[in-house]
């Protein structure tokens, strides 16, 4: 197994970032893997705020600061 660089793992959080911007703006974002339109939790949902696909093979779980 090859370790990933470290260019790589800063796409992803670039990535991340992008679709966690779209998404809080209101966007509809499909779930990079399956395709799936992205669910948006926020700090009143009762659960971990975040962004989810339906399917579970993808989330970015936010945090608030202070909160
Ligand atoms: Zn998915």
Do not use: W
């Not at 948006?40 to 579970?56: A, E, R, T, V």
């Amino acid at each position: 197994m090859e370790r990933r660089s470290h260019e790589e793992v800063l796409k992803d959080i670039e990535m991340m970032q992008t679709i966690r911007k779209r998404v809080m703006n209101g966007d509809n974002v499909s779930c990079p893997k399956c395709g799936e339109r992205l669910i948006f939790l926020d700090k009143n949902s009762g659960k971990h705020p975040g962004i989810f696909c339906p399917n579970g093979d993808f989330e970015i779980l936010i945090e608030y600061d202070g909160l």
